[in-house]
């Protein structure tokens, strides 16, 4: 796992602090919530944590310049102990922006959902994720735990996709399958703390979105300097593809150029009633 240095990264925020609230006087920064950004892998992380470090223009908000908090180590596909990701969190100030790929698991749920944290979840068609997941796992992350896997033992675009979707159970730490990697964040829609935010809303139509967040950050204790209308205005310029690694294209439905006719049997084999239950579809003959 990359090491980090955890007091430098502390003090550099301690100066952003102090800039935040000399820039925002008129509002204490320890009153201000966490805005903390869940994602599953391959969903838009990079778009909601642009849009939330835009908040930094609004009132006294930081960036907390800290590590994202995992569920998984991602150079060895590790499951993380909970007590360490509970230590990550603990970590972070009023104020802070951070975010993360955490499971609902019953403690995090907990520390997340509680007065003084404005939590979001952003997901996407899990169709995309697996199209996404093959090219970050062999283009952009050469120290990813299934690098090697992907680039020096499987031959071509179709197997890469079919292991996107199967997994790779038969690891020491194993790989699940796309169904059985989304499961753990399902719960995350029950919660009426948490923000749930469809990528693909957030392409086609981001204003409306972009409000949701704004007011659900205001729900939640955050005090903007500007009235919303301005607000939605100030995350909108703060969002930039071309600083995302992983914003490949920006668009939905982009799998329909990479899954053929067994591709789409075996996602649906795979992943039963998911693509209905998360409202892409609304039965099988797709």
């Known amino acids: 796992m990359v090491k980090f240095d955890l007091p430098a990264r502390l003090a550099r925020r301690s100066l952003r602090r102090a800039a935040a609230q000399r820039r925002f006087p008129n509002v204490a920064i320890d009153t201000m919530p966490i805005l903390f950004g869940i994602s599953f892998p391959k969903s838009g992380t990079h778009l909601l944590t642009q849009i939330l470090a835009g908040f930094t223009q609004l009132g006294p908000v930081v960036e907390s310049g800290l590590p994202p908090v995992l569920t998984f180590e991602g150079e060895s596909g590790k499951p993380r102990p909970i007590q360490q990701i509970l230590k990550d969190l603990k970590r972070l100030s009023s104020g802070d922006i951070a975010y993360g790929h955490l499971h609902a698991f019953p403690e995090v749920v907990a520390e997340l959902c509680r007065p003084g944290v404005a939590p979001y979840f952003i997901y996407r068609d899990p169709r995309d994720v697996a199209v996404s997941h093959v090219f970050y796992v062999t283009d952009l992350a050469n120290r990813h735990v299934h690098h090697d896997y992907y680039v020096n033992h499987l031959k071509d675009f179709d197997e890469h996709l079919k292991v996107s979707i199967f997994g790779r159970p038969e690891l020491e730490y194993p790989f699940p399958n796309i169904r059985e990697r989304f499961e753990p964040y399902l719960p995350w829609f029950e919660r009426k703390e948490v923000l749930t935010l469809r990528f693909e809303d957030l392409i086609a139509d981001p204003q409306i979105s972009l409000l949701q967040i704004f007011d659900h950050a205001v729900n939640r204790g955050f005090v ?19 600083k995302s690694p992983t914003f490949r294209k920006g668009e939905s439905g982009g799998w329909r150029e990479h899954f053929n006719e067994s591709n789409k049997k075996i996602f649906k084999e795979v992943c039963g009633d998911l693509l209905i239950t998360l409202g892409y579809e609304q039965n099988q003959n797709w």
């Open 224 to 242: 903007s300097a500007k009235n919303p209308a301005e607000s939605v205005e100030v995350l909108t310029k703060a969002i930039d593809p071309q």
